[in-house]
Every structure is written in structure tokens, then in C-alpha cells.
């Protein structure tokens, strides 16, 4: 069963504009990541953040996490068309035993030059 | 340093034929992941091994095996494919179950 849920399942913007993601989740996590895929590649990770950690930052991205709301967000500040890709986020649980990696559907974005 | 490398990229089967995803990476890593990826969907986990000589079902392990041969090398095989099991095959390897992975570039397999 997919876990994180981003929203919204696709989002089309300027070049310059930013661009914002949801993902909410159910249970309780260890850590939150987000990866980037580009049409027929393999996934790239883009940052991890932990349960403790509230923003993470990376560059042009920004991560939040609430875990009271059980959701985070990712924004891309000055998108590029180079930004065009499917964004997930994955869950890690906090049990022991619960170690599983569980992926959402992704949010695809598009970046018009 | 090549990170996470698969063969073959691409493969078409018949029905009830059988074959081997290699899988391996050069980082050192100590888990080792087989994920596959339908069309609008996100990836879903087939087998792990959480580290060399174990190895545990993911959420969708029906049809498949899997083989840690070494701390390196990961394989996944389809002992009688089905076509429900057209799909990309995705290998992906992290330091340890709790960090970020690291994906190869997949596997497109077509069952006819």
C-alpha cells in the first residue's frame, strides 16, 4: 500500500515561477525523502529530512515537515525547464521491522521556457 | 564509479518464459532493493536485503525471487512470466534501510 499521497498529481508553470508539492502520509516516520525522475530514467534523491527536523533546505529546494499533520511540501524556487520531472515522496517508518522505503504516486511537473 | 548498474535494459518475454534482472552497484552499500513502476503509479517494493545473506518480501514479492549474491550484486528473477508482470524494473542500494537510495536506470520488461 503507497503511503505518501503528493499533491497535485500534476502542476505546469512559467520558467522563474516556483513551484510547490504536498505529501501527506499515514503513520508514523523515521524520515521523509523526496526523489526526482526524469521521463524514462531511474530515480535521483533530492533530500531526506528527518522526523525531529521541521525545513531542510538544498539549493533551490526547500522541505517542510509537520509531523503533527502528517505531511511535507517541497518547492522548487526559480524553476528551469531542466526542472520537467515526476516528483515523489517516500516514507521510511519508525518501527523496527518497518524499515520499507513506500513511495506516492508522484506529482508531475512541467516547466514552460 | 559506476553507482547502481542493471541488465538488461530492455526484454521482451512470453508467457510462462523465465529470466534473471541483474542488478548491481560499486558504492559499498550494504541494502539492496528490486522496486517496479506501472504507469501512474509510484514505485512499489518486490524484495529487499537489508544486508549481505538476507533477504525479505516487499509489498508485491508473488511470481518473483531474488538472489543477494554478494554485498555488490542483487538479482531478481521471474521463474514463469506472466503478462501482469509487464512493468519497469527498478534496483536501488542505500548505506543502510534508514538512508536515501540510489536507483539504477531500469529495466523495461514486456510479457506478451
Known amino acids: 500500500s503507497q503511503q505518501g499521497e503528493e499533491d497535485p498529481q500534476a502542476l505546469s508553470i512559467q520558467e522563474g515561477e516556483n513551484a510547490t508539492m504536498n505529501c501527506s502520509y499515514k503513520?508514523?516516520?523515521?524520515?521523509l525523502q523526496w526523489y526526482r525522475q526524469n521521463s524514462g530514467r531511474g530515480l535521483v534523491h533530492l533530500i531526506l529530512?528527518?522526523?525531529?527536523?521541521r525545513e531542510k533546505h538544498s539549493g533551490r529546494l526547500r522541505v517542510t515537515l509537520d509531523t503533527s499533520k502528517k505531511s511535507s511540501s517541497l518547492l522548487i524556487t526559480a524553476s528551469r525547464a531542466a526542472d520537467t520531472a515526476s516528483y515523489f515522496c517516500?516514507?521510511?517508518?519508525?518501527?523496527?521491522?518497518?524499515?520499507?522505503?513506500?513511495f506516492g504516486k508522484g506529482t508531475k511537473l512541467s516547466v514552460i521556457p | 564509479n559506476a553507482g547502481v548498474t542493471q541488465t538488461p535494459k530492455f526484454q521482451v518475454l512470453k508467457t510462462g518464459q523465465s529470466m534473471t534482472l541483474q542488478c548491481a552497484q560499486d558504492?559499498?552499500?550494504?541494502?539492496m532493493y528490486w522496486y517496479r513502476q506501472d504507469p501512474g503509479m509510484g514505485l512499489r517494493l518486490i524484495y529487499y536485503?537489508?544486508?549481505?545473506?538476507?533477504?525479505d518480501k516487499g509489498e508485491v514479492p508473488n511470481g518473483y525471487n531474488v538472489s543477494r549474491l554478494n554485498k555488490r550484486e542483487f538479482s531478481l528473477r521471474l521463474e514463469s512470466a506472466a503478462p501482469s508482470q509487464t512493468s519497469v524494473y527498478f534496483c536501488?542500494?542505500?548505506?543502510?534501510?534508514?538512508?536515501?537510495?540510489?536507483f539504477g536506470p531500469g529495466t523495461r520488461l514486456t510479457v506478451t
Open positions: 517516500a516514507t521510511r517508518g519508525s518501527g523496527a521491522g518497518s524499515y520499507q522505503l513506500t
Open positions: 503513520t508514523s516516520i523515521n524520515n
Open positions: 529530512i528527518r522526523s525531529n527536523e
Open positions: 558504492m559499498n552499500h550494504n541494502s
Open positions: 536485503s537489508a544486508s549481505e545473506g538476507t533477504t
Open positions: 536501488a542500494s542505500s548505506v543502510d534501510q534508514l538512508g536515501e537510495q540510489y
